[in-house]
């Protein structure tokens, strides 16, 4: 503390506390604790009311990480007030911890700017909620393992019995049970005097206290305890809480584990370790490989659903059944199925299409999608992955009614999943460049940053399998590539590129296995332009994408067993036009298409003609059109649209009278009704579409022909839902508010402070002496308020008034006046720190500011 100044007198409230804070200091506070500026607090009393609340405690201290929160635990088991050298003792024990002595200022700043602490270093106080929610009690006992004092814990015993206590402690009797608990417990907290006397126990007993010291202090005895318990009960060593019951009292325990209010005290958060090492260009090509992937798994997706997807539940959500069924079609996983489907639904690419008979399908942002660049488009997924909260790792696990979680559905939303991902990401971010992270290493250090809500390190809490669920999706989506983050990544996340390390011999090898660590120099690679503050981070992240991504191609590579080969991606209307004339056989590093009599048969459904294929081929192809390929486009062209159906309910007709006298004596065609009206018609009981599918089957080739006798073209309808926006995320409380609203806030906060704290002068007849009025508004007469207002334009003196808006929301305002004239005021308002005009009818009263005192500023 500076001695140049007078010291200001210690705060006697939180309130008093947070009036002498800055405007930083307020704005600290309200950042790191946003719900309490919704809605804004009218001055700092309400301020400090609403930080005391039990919610909001209750999140404040699970925001805590580690150690700022045992420093919180260390205070509740302390006495109130509590020194700062009393608060170190307990954290760093008798013998001293650099470490702890070093991180304990931050973690009392962080309390303090938090609001849960207050006061000067000679007597902190945490707030009386936190208090009671860290504080042990035989229903909650406390992280620390500690239990009450020994004040507590006799607080019903009779003073006959604590008076026998103190004589068989060694300590004189006194006259009343309040001095005589003060006497055992200074005997308790003074380290000498606790060690004689424990040296006089036997160890028999001494194990027993051994048992208890660190947690759960309590234990059971019988109504006739053994002698070593009866003779820590003798000397208070043992307290009974309870019929059966006996506890460790506080200081007792505190003496036997050397001052230390916790077992370990993790002061430093733990470190993430590098596992493996990879060159950067490695890392961004694999990362690049996977993007690529990514991008073909939601368009495949989305292509199978093209004419309509699954159906909705009636809970909301894909059925189990739908979910394998998309798993096969996608050849993957059901827990990587799901979370394609996810991202395409958290991407806005993917909706219901709200109609009676509701079903999934793409959104018209597909189409748009679609027509962007490859990189572009993956920082559309990228991006929908990092601010979504709906979490597909949740998929196929059970939820508290013990119903399947489905895909799509409900229940999926995780406040925290953003922040984790975020978090993840960025302790990925630095390691060295290429270095995949020990995956025990993130979780522990996540659990430093935010301790589970049961205290414990056991099981896996919901962030770390938040954490585990992030390093598989970032790795599929290609944000990361061999566990490593990419350059593109870094760029997502707006971080800066990594320094250079020292360049290692050009001999290294790349490590191969998952088990090689990382050596000792690793290769620096520079990304290939620098990162510019102004650039968006999506487009800096496509920008490095795109280099990696490979270039589509305009080529396939046709075989004589009628396949053809794509030896990579294919530029957009080829590959949209190789789906309609040959089905995919195999997919991988190339993409097999095999054409067959029905695939050739869609092609020409779809309005192309043989010519049109010939061509379409010849351009297209690196590699000569094999002559069976040929072959089959003619046969099956020559054979195409040679029938006709169209609508009686259906006929058929046929220049060529052999070719229905053929149909007719087919037994397949029984089922279709078919009879003759003519030479060259049939009709038919089915209708067009199952007589144009009925006579496929038999080996023929219809066309379906309009009401005018041409050839009806039949293409595949793209479903599509109405506009759809993506899913909104769901917020983890209320967000950060930004500089423009803790500003305003503060100014409103500090202003109503002001109006209701400001001196005023005492009324006469009226009880209240100078002061704040008990915060009532002032009440006077209309003549009276009108004479005061007049005066006060005439002195320039500033007055308190009270104020009924037009919604009937009452105010305190302090004002200076300027004018009075026509029913209005038009005054300088301190409150809101600008120049107003209030009608008069709607003041209250008014009241006279009493003069400052002479030592106050």
Aim: with cysteine; net charge negative.
């Amino acid at each position: 503390m500076s001695t140049e100044e007078k010291p200001a007198a210690a705060p006697r409230s939180l309130a008093e506390d947070l009036r002498g804070r800055d405007d930083v200091g307020l704005a600290a506070l309200l950042r790191s604790r946003p719900d309490l500026v919704t809605p804004v607090p009218s001055d700092l009393t309400q301020l400090a009311t609403r930080a005391g609340t039990r919610a909001s405690v209750v999140r404040a201290l699970e925001r805590l990480d580690r150690f700022a929160l045992q420093t919180a635990q260390a205070l509740a088991v302390a006495a109130d007030p509590t020194p700062y050298d009393e608060l170190l003792g307990l954290l760093a024990g008798d013998q001293g911890d650099p470490a702890v002595s070093a991180a304990l200022p931050h973690a009392v700043r962080t309390l303090r700017e938090q609001a849960l602490v207050w006061g000067g270093d000679d007597r902190m106080r945490l707030v009386r909620t936190a208090r009671e929610l860290l504080s042990p009690s035989a229903q909650h006992p406390s992280p620390t393992g500690l239990g009450p004092t020994v004040r507590e814990a006799t607080a019903g015993m009779s003073p006959g019995r604590i008076q026998e206590i103190v004589t068989a402690a060694g300590l004189p009797s006194t006259h009343d049970s309040v001095s005589a608990v003060t006497a055992l417990t200074g005997l308790f907290t003074d380290r000498a005097r606790m060690s004689a006397l424990l040296a006089e126990v036997p160890s028999e007993s001494t194990e027993v206290l051994e048992r208890l010291v660190w947690g759960p202090p309590y234990g059971q005895v019988t109504a006739d305890p053994a002698p070593r318990l009866r003779l820590l009960l003798d000397r208070g060593l043992l307290l009974p809480t309870a019929p059966g019951t006996v506890v460790l009292p506080r200081e007792v325990a505190l003496h036997l584990r050397g001052g230390r209010a916790h077992r370990v005290t993790e002061p430093v958060p733990p470190p993430v370790e590098p596992a493996t090492a990879h060159r950067p260009q490695v890392v961004d090509a694999a990362a690049a490989g996977q993007a690529y992937t990514a991008l073909a798994a939601v368009e495949e997706l989305l292509k199978d659903w093209d004419e309509g997807g699954p159906a909705v539940l009636r809970s909301g959500g894909l059925s189990v059944r739908d979910l394998k069924r998309t798993a096969v079609a996608l050849d993957v996983p059901e827990p990587t199925a799901a979370f394609w489907v996810e991202l395409a639904y958290a991407a806005g690419l993917l909706a219901s299409d709200g109609e009676e008979d509701e079903r999934y399908a793409a959104t018209p942002a597909y189409d748009t999608w679609l027509e962007r660049p490859a990189a572009e488009r993956w920082t559309v997924l990228a991006t929908a992955w990092l601010a979504a909260t709906r979490t597909p790792g949740l998929v196929g696990g059970r939820d508290a009614k013990d119903h399947t979680v489905a895909a799509l559905g409900p229940g999926l939303d995780r406040s925290a999943a953003p922040e984790v991902r975020h978090r993840v990401l960025a302790l990925l971010a630095g390691l060295p460049e290429g270095a995949a992270p020990v995956a025990d290493s993130v979780w522990a250090r996540l659990r430093w940053e935010r301790p589970p809500r049961t205290g414990g390190d056991d099981g896996e809490d919901l962030r770390s399998r938040l954490a585990r669920w992030t390093l598989t999706e970032a790795e599929m989506l290609g944000i990361t590539g061999r566990g490593a983050l990419s350059a593109h990544g870094r760029a997502l996340l707006g971080l800066p590129a990594p320094k250079p390390a020292r360049p290692a011999h050009p001999a290294e090898p790349e490590p191969r296995g998952p088990g090689d660590r990382l050596p000792v120099h690793h290769r620096p690679t520079p990304p290939p332009a620098p990162l510019s503050p102004a650039e968006p981070r999506n487009i800096a992240a496509a920008r490095l994408l795109a280099p990696l991504l490979p270039e589509p191609l305009d080529h396939v590579l046709l075989q004589a067993d009628l396949t053809a080969v794509a030896p990579g991606p294919l530029q957009r209307p080829l590959a949209d036009m190789l789906d309609i004339l040959a089905d995919v056989e195999s997919k991988g590093g190339a993409t097999v298409y095999r054409f067959t009599p029905g695939s050739v048969r869609r092609a020409l459904d779809a309005g192309q003609t043989a010519a049109d294929l010939h061509a379409f081929l010849a351009a297209h192809s690196r590699t000569p059109v094999p002559q069976p390929l040929t072959y089959l486009i003619d046969d099956v062209a020559r054979r195409h649209g040679h029938l006709r159906v169209g609508a009686a309910s259906a006929y058929v007709r046929c220049d060529d009278e052999a070719v229905l006298n053929e149909i007719l004596a087919d037994k397949r065609a029984a089922g279709l009704g078919l009879r003759r009206l003519a030479p060259t018609v049939l009709a038919a009981r089915a209708d067009p579409a199952g007589l144009l599918e009925g006579l496929r089957q038999m080996g023929f080739a219809p066309a379906a022909e309009s009401a005018e006798g041409d050839v009806l073209i039949t293409r595949a309808h793209a479903r599509r839902t109405p506009p759809r926006t993506p899913p909104e995320p769901v917020p983890e409380g209320p967000p950060v508010p930004d500089d423009t609203l803790l500003t305003a806030a503060i100014r409103a906060v500090r202003a109503g402070d002001l109006a209701a704290t400001a001196p005023r002068k005492p009324r006469d007849g009226d009880g209240e002496a100078a002061g704040n009025g008990g915060g009532a508004l002032p009440r006077t007469g209309s003549a009276e308020t009108l004479a005061t207002l007049q005066a006060a334009v005439l002195t320039g003196e500033a007055l308190w008034i009270g104020y009924v808006n037009a919604e009937g929301a009452a105010s305190q305002r302090v004002i200076a006046p300027v004018r009075v004239e026509g029913g209005f005021v038009t005054a300088y308002d301190h409150t809101a720190d600008e120049v107003r005009t209030y009608p008069l009818h709607r003041i209250t009263g008014v009241a006279e500011l009493a003069e400052p005192a002479d030592d106050e500023s």
